[in-house]
């Protein structure tokens, strides 16, 4: 199985900060990575697709990049409404796994 | 509006079976394949199956297999997930998305809680 290594695990932010997090495969996916929000209580929610796609109604403040093992969600300017949990997502082969995830939580 | 409604969750005995169901509406199902994720409480999330938009192939995570089947039924714009043999490890909450590898739009949940 592809083991997804998630950092950091807790991210304490203020609103209009830049943040990363990151994502590292435990061998090439090729791209097939997406990123989730989820915040308490809720289902998760879809926010970028195979590395860099911004899925539609995510405001463009969310990017992804990435490459090989290593992939990078960026949020350039943190809003009150992005604090939560981030998952990263592998699809490149079976079975799919996730990260264990980034809870951003306000500074 | 896309829209994803899980039913069927609640509590079981180890060793029991219960079956879920999704309902979907807002897309045209049959052009999409489907897939089930989970969520332990407090913990990550867990791919568990998916399955093609005709049914055709379905692919389990090794935990599940051979306990687990995901099954659909396009004209009823439906997903099911029929989990025999349940265990204390398969507690969790259980969702349905569309588009196993995108996973682009999901159920807002069925708990299933398995528990003597």
């Known amino acids: 199985d592809i083991q997804m290594t998630q950092s950091p695990s807790l991210l304490s932010a203020s609103v209009g900060d830049r943040v990363t997090i990151n994502c590292k495969a435990s061998?090439?996916?090729?791209?097939?990575l997406n990123w989730y929000q989820q915040k308490l209580g809720e289902a998760p929610k879809l926010l970028i697709y195979?590395?860099?796609n911004l899925q539609t109604g995510i405001p463009s403040r969310f990017s992804g990049s990435g490459s090989g093992t290593d992939y990078t969600l960026t949020i350039s300017s943190l809003q009150p409404e992005d604090f939560g949990t981030y998952f990263c997502f592998q699809h490149n082969s079976w079975p799919y796994t996730f990260g264990a995830g980034t809870k951003l939580e306000l500074k | 509006e896309v829209q994803l409604v899980e039913s069927g969750g609640g509590l079981v005995q180890p060793g029991r079976s219960m079956k879920l169901s999704c309902a979907a509406s807002g897309f045209t199902f049959s052009n999409y394949g489907m897939a089930w994720v989970r969520q332990a409480p407090t913990k990550g999330l867990e791919w568990v199956a998916t399955i093609s938009y005709d049914g055709s192939s379905t692919y389990y995570r090794d935990s599940v297999k051979g306990r687990f089947t995901i099954s659909r039924d396009n004209a009823k714009s439906t997903l099911y997930l029929q989990m025999n043999s349940l265990r204390s490890e398969d507690t969790a909450t259980y969702y349905c998305?569309?588009?196993?590898?995108?996973?682009?739009?999901w159920g807002q949940g069925a708990s299933v809680t398995v528990s003597s």
């Open positions: 195979n590395t860099n």
């Open positions: 061998q090439n996916i090729n791209k097939y």
């Open positions: 998305t569309r588009r196993g590898e995108v996973m682009d739009a």
